[in-house]
């Protein structure tokens, strides 16, 4: 038997469980079977300043929380399963890198170069790709094979570096200067 | 008093229609390094005064994957254009732009 079939498995009887555990409660306090007060066979009194006075019944609070819990944290756990996709990303400084986790389309952006780190959902038999945009286009991808976490290969975008380009001035600098544009 | 209202309204339409008209032009082109086209890359086209003392609005893009960039529903005038790569500035240039036409720029660099 598989961990995530376990799994799955145990968070349904918790559920069960605390559908249970509610269930009787509800009944036994509707029975009057647990209220109560030892001595009075009453439900315990307090009174607050404001809100005025609360009657307890300590035992079936707690069932009931623990019933809460039992039937809550199954619900809370079974959604998708997720997994993180990391790596790295070299790009020239203000060029902007889209990282994008395929078929879900979850996407962070990188402003400069350096780590990355994603979750996304886990989606059973399908094939994730993690695209590198820059300039609004793919411009590279890499398939990964989708574990508890992925590690990407590190990319970098190969563009020139800006140093090597010689400016083009039609206009000079002290002209642009004047004109209030830096 | 009708008539006045009526007046008004086609003035109005008018004056909407002039505008619209004056804000239809575009300035676009392609940006290639040694004949590639250069992708991301900030174009900044900045609207000069009518005296071109001081530029009175700014529009940016950038370039996309083919270098290609285009600003477009700017309004008639002369614009100052600057191209910036990786942090520093790569061209600057003029660019004439009558209402309602279209400036296209390709710029090559080495």
Known sequence: MTFAVTRSLLLGVSAAAGFFLLAATMLLVGMRRIYID??????????FPIIGKVKSQTPALFLIAGGMLLVVYPIQQSGPDQVTIQGTVTAPPGVRVDVVAVPQQFQTTLYTSGP????????????????????GVIADQQGVLVKDQILVTPWNYGAPPADSI????????????????H | MRNCKSWAFINLLALAAILAWGQNAFIGGKVTLHGQPLASATVNAYLLDRGQTKYTSQWS???????????RSLPN???????????????????QVPSGQAETMKVDLK
């Open chain 1, 38 to 47: 030892k001595e009075t066979k009453k439900p315990i009194e307090f009174e």
């Open chain 1, 116 to 135: 990355f780190s994603m979750t996304v959902p886990l989606i059973p038999n399908a094939n994730y790709r993690v695209q590198y945009q820059a300039g």
């Open chain 1, 166 to 181: 010689t400016p083009v001035k039609e206009v000079s600098d002290a002209e642009l200067q004047k004109l209030g544009i």
């Open chain 2, 61 to 71: 893009t950038t370039t996309d994957r083919q270098g290609e960039f285009a600003v």
């Open chain 2, 77 to 95: 005038g002369n614009y100052i254009v600057t191209i910036r790569y990786g942090g520093k500035v790569v061209y600057q240039g003029k660019a």
